[in-house]
């Protein structure tokens, strides 16, 4: 694709748009959303009222103006980009903590099922979080296989199905309908880590029959680094699951002070500590953009510009290693190459901000909200010309990582 064709595609596309409403730094391509989206230009408004007004001028008095609610309010937002109810999403803590209350909250439902199952090389906090907790689980075990074992590791002690939806390196999506269906049929619940797809690709947690979903802020929503992250347990089972870390914020009468603890009904029971109410701000600016735009253009986008950076890796001999079919990944492509660190190094030089992972991985996110097609043309030139050179490119890389 020439950049006059690339530039005919962009006039026509209809979240073209939403460019503007980030705050993108002139000659960067940003592929890298996937891993941190970028600032939209209202988020530093809505801090600045966060500080000034709320905080400054209204002091404490605005945990009755809207802070308290939050979790709750965002939380609802977010259940519209998933697929959920609005009462069966909570927004709170990392991914990672809201993993560890799930895991061990399904491994104390059935004594009788003792075992979490999970793919090898899943998302590594995803396999940290789980080993931790089934130590806090007596009798509980960590079951590691392959891609292609799951469906035979699933059996009657199975307490959990752990699945990222969107693998992280080779953007492989699992069907989750089809999933959930099968662990259903073994009796097991199955947790969706969705980091790596909500606000990418089309998700329906309730279409699916899901029971359980966590996921980050930062990637696809652009809520800032570090956002808080959300849980979704669906409505047939917030009577039965409990928060295993048991803060104020999850009681019933949190400002009746009780020294007992006395879950609270619903969503809200998964809370822990108070809400950052900065961090938070910052995430309802994110969602509340993402809301803005048409999902199934979203969808259709993502595929267009994932063929084209696949034509360009395929002309210049990289190896493409992310599905072909547009309902089995997510919204980013990965190529092996064996100086793909040096290669993410040459690029980012050059003004093209990709990632690399370990050990041989070129890693590009195409988030469709703000990239253009003529980004991935530039970004393609540039990367051509970078591997006609390669003779420079260093044979090894440090730990010492600049994208992470």
Not at 53 to 82: C, D, F, H, V, Y
Not at 212 to 222: Q, T
Request: proline fraction near 6%; glycine fraction near 10%.
């Amino acid at each position: 694709m020439t950049r006059d064709e690339a530039r005919a595609l962009d006039a026509a596309d209809p979240l073209r748009h939403f460019r503007g409403k980030f705050a993108l730094p002139e000659g960067v391509v940003y592929l890298d959303g996937n891993s941190l989206g970028p600032l939209p230009r209202e988020t530093a408004p809505k801090l600045g009222d966060m500080v000034d007004r709320q905080w400054g001028e209204r002091l404490i008095r605005s945990w009755n103006e809207g802070w308290i609610e939050a979790p709750q309010r965002i939380g609802g937002k977010i259940a519209r980009l998933i697929g959920a109810q609005r009462d069966e999403v909570i927004v709170t803590d990392s991914t990672s903590v809201n993993l560890f209350k799930l895991i061990v909250a399904a491994l104390r439902l059935d004594s009788s099922r003792t075992t979490i199952v999970t793919e090898a090389g899943n998302f590594p906090t995803d396999l940290h979080v789980a080993e931790g907790a089934v130590g806090c689980v007596p009798g509980a075990t960590l079951k590691l296989v392959s891609r292609d074992q799951i469906a035979e590791a699933i059996d009657e002690t199975t307490a959990l199905l752990l699945l990222t939806h969107v693998h992280y390196k080779s953007a492989e999506r699992f069907d989750m309908a089809a999933w959930t269906a099968r662990a259903h049929a073994r009796g097991a619940l199955v947790l969706w880590d969705l980091s790596h797809s909500a606000g990418a690709v089309p998700i329906d947690l309730n279409g699916a029959a899901a029971d359980l979903a966590v996921g980050c802020g930062y990637k696809y929503l652009n809520g800032g680094p570090g956002a808080p992250a959300y849980l979704y347990v669906a409505a047939r089972l917030q009577k039965r699951l409990a928060n295993p870390v048991s803060g104020w914020m999850g009681h019933a009468a949190p400002f009746a002070f009780a020294d007992a603890y006395a879950p609270a009904p619903g969503m809200a029971r998964w809370l822990a500590g108070t809400p950052p109410m900065l961090a938070m701000a910052a995430l309802e600016s994110g969602v509340d953009l993402m809301l803005e735009a048409n999902p199934v253009a979203i969808a259709t986008k993502s595929a267009v510009l994932f063929d084209l950076m696949r034509s360009i890796g395929d002309t210049l001999g990289l190896d493409c290693i992310s599905p072909g079919d547009p309902m089995m990944r997510g919204s980013h492509i990965s190529f092996r190459h064996p100086h793909a660190y040096a290669l993410c190094q040459a690029l980012i030089a050059e003004g093209v901000i990709g990632d690399f992972r370990d050990p041989d991985i070129l890693r590009f996110g195409l988030t469709p909200l703000y990239l253009g097609y003529e980004d991935v043309v530039i970004a393609g030139e540039k990367l051509a010309a970078i591997l006609a050179g390669q003779r420079h490119l260093a044979p090894t890389f440090s730990k010492r990582y600049a994208v992470t």
